[in-house]
């Protein structure tokens, strides 16, 4: 998962680069830009096609020997997440909505999302504003690609190393804050420190794909998990509208209601994880002190959601 989404880092440094050089493309057929989101999106297109083709769906349909596919059922076995189900079922889609982790995690996507949606948004803008050129503005894009890439395997390598997900994911969320608040609180002609808060926001990144790996190891059934996978979509979705809207027109060119924004709401997301860890410390407990009443054969691959199977322990 994190190096899936380190993909999002190493985009915005090449992204950068492109932009930086494509700035120097002159022509009367196409701008800069049009060329550049031309060549951008066809390769984009490609790539998409060649997924679709090579992507496996299931541990099944992978390009894996029986050897290999054995050992990755016996891995979701002992994680009691199961595979694939083609079945829509109804009653699981249902729970997913009353399940209070479900909300939770919606919430820290959203909450950690607005600065990501805010700064990917208006970075350049702001950076424009410290009166530097169009050109210069894109290279100095490129770092805040590599604090997401740095945070992004940081982030990831401990939660391989503790085996969490929570506190990894509140680590990456520090410096947001401390971003957010050079951001906001520094005096205007402190333009180096401005700059470097403007990077540092850029390492919230990093939560979300441990709130997918959290989403991966904790909900179990096929139907409920692609609800909740659905529910984060769209938590993402509504964050990215909700960042860029707290920079209106009127409080140009500082933007310091933004900025308070952004400080809150990473703030605000560290709580929710906080609170989901909790929640997931006091449902194991219950879990346990009711004890292992019961023992079926096969468990893992009945297609049974997290809440149905009683030998089910959620990931911290």
């Not at 880092?9 to 492109?18: H, I, N, P, Y």
Request: charged share 15%; proline share 4%; with cysteine.
């Amino acid at each position: 998962m994190g190096i899936w989404y380190c993909g999002t880092a190493v985009g915005t440094v090449v992204g950068s680069l492109m932009s930086f050089g494509f700035q120097h493309y002159d022509s009367l057929t196409f701008t800069s830009w049009q060329i550049m989101f031309l060549v951008v999106g066809l390769l984009t297109t490609a790539i998409g096609i060649l997924v679709v083709f090579f992507l496996p769906d299931n541990p099944m349909s992978s390009r894996l020997s029986h050897a290999e596919k054995v050992l990755v059922i016996e891995r979701l076995r002992s994680n009691q997440t199961g595979i694939e189900n083609v079945h829509f079922k109804r009653r699981q889609a249902l729970e997913c909505f009353r399940d209070p982790q479900a909300w939770l995690l919606s919430a820290v996507v959203i909450a950690s999302n607005v600065p990501n949606g805010a700064v990917s948004s208006y970075q350049a803008t702001i950076i424009k504003n410290f009166g530097y050129s169009s050109k210069t503005t894109a290279l100095l894009y490129v770092p805040s690609g590599g604090v997401a890439l740095v945070s992004i395997v940081g982030a990831v390598l401990l939660a391989g190393r503790w085996d969490q997900r929570g506190v990894p994911a509140i680590v990456p969320l520090v410096p947001g804050v401390l971003g957010g608040c050079l951001m906001a609180f520094l005096p205007p002609g402190n333009k180096a420190g401005k700059l470097a808060g403007i990077w540092m926001i850029n390492a919230v990144g990093a939560t979300l794909p441990l709130t997918y790996a959290w989403v991966a190891a904790n909900f179990a059934g096929h139907t409920k998990k692609v609800t909740m996978n659905a529910m984060l979509l769209m938590s993402f979705c509504l964050a990215n509208i909700i960042g860029p809207l707290t920079f209106r027109n009127e409080d140009a060119p500082d933007y310091y209601p933004a900025k308070v924004v952004i400080v809150a709401a990473t703030s605000i997301a560290i709580g929710f994880i906080v609170a989901l860890r909790f929640y997931y410390i006091w449902e194991n407990k219950r879990r346990d002190r009711r004890g292992r009443e019961s023992h079926e054969k096969d468990v893992a691959f009945l297609d049974l959601t997290d809440r149905e199977n009683v030998e089910f322990r959620y990931r911290l």
